[in-house]
């Protein structure tokens, strides 16, 4: 007998089967709302298949995207996997000479953009090497160019069963942000992301800290804040929908817009990367919907970064839930979640509490995690001995597109190599100290600058801080922290240090961990998924303590 | 970079690491009990796979057990497989020919038996052909034969790694109850249960009906009721370990000392036969506890055959939350569980909410089912067009054990014939009325035996009930009842018939469904798995209508 295969096309058809009257809302800031149900989105993203495949597009055909969080966006998630070819979502943000390298190395053979994006994809065509078919998404609001638009390529398809496809086949290509170097191809089966929904669906309906236990009992929302570019929209696009749950689309994020609908929609569970919720919290409509928003009582993950204890506390203050994810890229992205063991006593002590909470987290299911030194032993769980996060899992990029070098460093040992280095706690959980590219090493010893961070930040006058290591003719490298003041706040040099030094009293970081300078800036330079890019810093500031 | 494996022994590994403290207990009728936990067990099963090995097994080999639910048959659950060999649970209600086919036809190279089998054992082994290897589990009670005993074994084992192995490797094989004929074998690999273990996961963790919202935030317990060698004990061992449940092995199944379970370890979840649950409400020791009982108010799961609405009624009234499962061992087991959607509206009318309750139910995820027609053609989802259940999914086995003929019938069309007669409900649930082997057909036409049994057993008089096709001149076949009353009361052959002629006059069946006889016996015939033996009341009956 043929062997089962573990496609998102046979997902896709069971949430059809069982979930068909679920609403799927499209609710943007320009407010054409669209409120459709699952049901409908499979007929359509069944004819959006056809339509492509119409086009030109046949199986193994890369098709790129350059799209906010819209309806459409959904549907193409279904089609273009469906058809048995390669979804590749692209950074919106990127700067147009990296998108032409990614679109060029991923030899993507169609690109589907927002009309937003109009201008940026007419610079792109001229050094586009292998698209070949232009599709534009004009949103209810007219169109942009003179490309197909994909309504009409959706009413030009037949709603038309999808093909059968192996679970080997290629489902989605991503490249990494780029934070540390040039972005880097990773790419996904049907199988591994089946897998990773499965697996996600058991820690979002039943882990605790992520289960919300009313939602089986009533229907609930969940909104896709994540852009759908960054790894998958870290999968819950698929995941929510096969649990069931109503899912609202917002389109380009905008914090106003999305205070609102979580209001309004009583949006139970979302995600995003910590400044995104830092962008929520700040938002200037805020206030008018703080009321209604604590009485939601939302569930916020973040990920992406690491969670400062600061902004947890701040997110908690307002009604949120905050709680941390972690992944990569090149794991289609979920590796650990911030969840509770049933059996866990939560502290109540408010340090302890926010420490816990914004750990790393625990592997979910299907994921063998390890902290380990050069030697690939593991380091031992004591919270203090410093190592690399190496993994296996189902879901992990089995290589880097085109790049063997890559690849077989990222893999030696048969291990995935995160370069993120981390502590291990008694408890299991890892907490992520730094990258090893960020790691400060001063006088051969590391120093955590995500910990410097975490800390300055309590700091009532900060608003950001990156902490780099700078060139250091005696240690090598030392400490030197990068921070911009909250509007009208204002602080010195010694205030900040004499602000870490209450932390060295108490035991939290040693004396010779305290930044060599500290350097006031307006602006912290980002990376295209609006990550601090220290790479920059670095650069810019390499010479400060010489 | 190899290929991730989806293995029991990754499960495992992982369960240990986040619930290595969670308790599993063995708590038997004769009370010598074991609190163990997890990551005690864990130890425990490397230590019993090495001790095995040492005594001869291999990968590939096939290890019999004939147990009840013991923290032995746990271990074993989790080491025979874990070490590439087979597991292959026996039925220990068989008759010892039945057991001696089964043996011999499945190869079993060790047998592993409960002390309380021993004399059954004994006679069994002259007529053993491949076993090589005879293990007693003593149970703390001393041993009673002089075969070596389990905790030995556990003994002079290391507790090694568990060896990485291929998904497709088999971990389990199993046979059909024999209701219909003779037991059919089926097999499952490592990659079917991983699989049937995550789904069922999201199921008990997520899905309305099933899942226990309190129990994300405490610590619950779950009682493996069903026997652990039907069907893998319908996998529950796996999931709820996966989950992080407190888990409880009763031993051998005792009504009195179940009830006692329940209400004492606040038992939240368990499954089993209508039969079980049927022996736990009316158990002399039920009201003792009734109180507590329904202070819990536990999940009862009613797989294996349907659930009679008369049952469910009688369960929610003590205080159980009744649901149905529906499966196979061929489908290892689950297909349908009785879940409701989030937006389903529960009815409030008693007779309608107890038909919602007591459907088969909607298939859980990478479950694809049809009801068709003989030509393979899905009949419609009137609630009224008769059609077989077919399906697809990835723990379906993959053929019969060394029978191709029944494995290209079974198959045919590529859809695996579950030989079980329903009607299709146009909310997609599926309702049973009946076995293919079990249909009457009456001038062409189809009765539901089911259905009848259903509504026999609302007559206040009657404790069970089997409705049986009897070879007719004029109509084929016509439907007759075979009765056994409750203790004490009375009824006459017309007081069922005038019982049945109010649905006739209600409309809910047809005027020529109603028995030509009843008759009234003592006892019904049951298979080894405690199914009513309608093969035997055929044959019994086959004259009654000349
Ligand atoms: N919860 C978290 N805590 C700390 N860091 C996190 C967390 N989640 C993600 N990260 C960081 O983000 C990284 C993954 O980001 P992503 O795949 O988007 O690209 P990148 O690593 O930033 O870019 P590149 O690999 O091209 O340098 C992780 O390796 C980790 O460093
Ligand atoms: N919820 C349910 N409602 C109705 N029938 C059920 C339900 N669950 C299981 N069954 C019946 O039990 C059967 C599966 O039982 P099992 O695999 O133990 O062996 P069997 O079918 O009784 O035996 P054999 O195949 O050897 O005749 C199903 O095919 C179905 O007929
Ligand atoms: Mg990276
Ligand atoms: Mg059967």
């Known amino acids: 007998m043929e062997k089962y295969q573990l496609t998102l096309s046979n997902l896709w058809k069971y949430i059809k089967e069982i979930y068909g009257d679920v609403e799927v809302a499209y609710l943007p800031p320009h407010g054409n709302n669209i409120r459709s149900t699952y049901g409908r989105e499979y007929e359509r993203s069944l004819r959006l298949a056809d339509g492509l495949r119409r086009l030109g597009i046949a199986p193994g055909d890369r098709v790129a995207t350059l799209d906010w969080n819209t309806i459409w966006h959904f549907d ?23 998108l032409v390298y ?28 292998s698209v070949q078919l232009y599709i534009q998404i004009s949103d209810g609001l007219g169109t942009a160019t003179r490309d197909p638009e994909i309504e009409d390529v959706i009413k030009q398809g037949e709603p038309k069963p999808l093909p059968e496809i192996g679970e080997d086949t290629v489902a989605t290509i991503g490249y990494t942000s780029g934070t540390t170097g040039k972005p880097k191809g990773a790419y996904f089966t049907h199988r591994a992301l089946t897998l990773h929904t499965l697996v996600s669906a058991v820690a979002f309906a039943g882990f605790r800290g992520f289960a919300r236990p009313e939602c089986t009992e009533e229907q609930c929302a969940f909104m896709q804040l994540v852009p759908m570019f960054h790894v998958h929209g870290w999968g819950t696009p698929w995941t929510f929908a096969l649990l069931g749950w109503r899912q609202i689309y917002p389109g380009r994020f905008d914090p106003n817009h999305t205070v609102k609908l979580i209001a309004e929609e009583g949006v139970k569970t979302m995600a995003g990367v910590p400044t995104m919720l830092y962008m929520l919290l700040t938002a200037p409509e805020f206030p008018k919907y703080a009321e209604k928003i604590k009485a939601v009582r939302p569930i916020f993950v973040v990920g992406g970064a690491a969670l400062p204890k600061e902004l947890a506390k701040k997110a908690a203050e307002a009604g949120f839930i905050p709680r941390v994810g972690y992944g990569m890229t090149e794991t289609a992205p979920i590796l650990t979640l911030g969840f509770f ?7 109540k002590e408010v340090d302890r509490y926010y420490d816990l909470l914004t750990a790393t987290g625990l592997p979910i299911p299907l994921v063998d995690l390890m902290v380990v030194d ?20 189902p879901w992990v990029t089995p290589e880097y597109l085109g790049d063997v ?22 408890d299991g959980r890892v907490r992520i100290v730094d990258r090893a590219k960020d ?11 995500l910990q410097l961070e975490d800390l300055i930040m309590t700091h009532p006058a900060v608003a950001q801080v990156a902490v780099v290591g700078v060139p250091h003719e005696k240690w090598g490298e030392r400490p030197v922290a990068v921070v911009v003041l909250k509007p009208g706040a204002s602080a010195t040099e010694q205030d900040i240090i004499k602000h870490l030094e209450k932390f060295v009293e108490a035991g939290k970081i040693p004396k010779w961990w305290l930044p060599d300078k500290i350097i006031f800036t307006t602006q912290l330079p980002l990376t295209g998924t609006g990550k601090i890019d220290k790479k920059v810093l670095r650069e810019q500031y390499k010479e400060v303590l010489r």
Chains 1, 2 share one sequence.
């Not at 063991?341 to 502290?347: A, G, K």
């Not at 460093?409 to 048969?414: C, H, M, T, V």
């Not at 790691?439 to 600058?449: A, L, N, P, Q, R």
């Open 102 to 129: 990614i679109i060029n190395h991923a030899q993507d053979k169609a690109l589907i953009y927002h009309r937003d994006f109009a201008p940026l994809v007419e610079k792109l065509k001229p050094h586009l090497k």
């Open 405 to 426: 070098e890559k690849t077989r460093e990222a893999w030696r040992g048969g291990w995935f190599h995160t370069g993120d280095v981390a502590v291990w706690l008694p």
């Open 341 to 347: 063991r049933p059996t866990e006593e939560i502290p």
């Open 439 to 449: 790691v400060i090493k001063s006088g051969g010893e590391w120093i955590s600058s």
């Open 374 to 393: 050069e030697g690939l032993r593991p380091v031992p769980r004591d919270g203090r001995s410093v190592g690399e996060i190496v993994v296996r899992a």
């Open 76 to 98: 193409l998630y279904w089609a273009v996997p469906g058809m048995g070819a390669v979804l590749h979502p692209l950074n919106v943000r990127l700067a147009p000479e990296d």
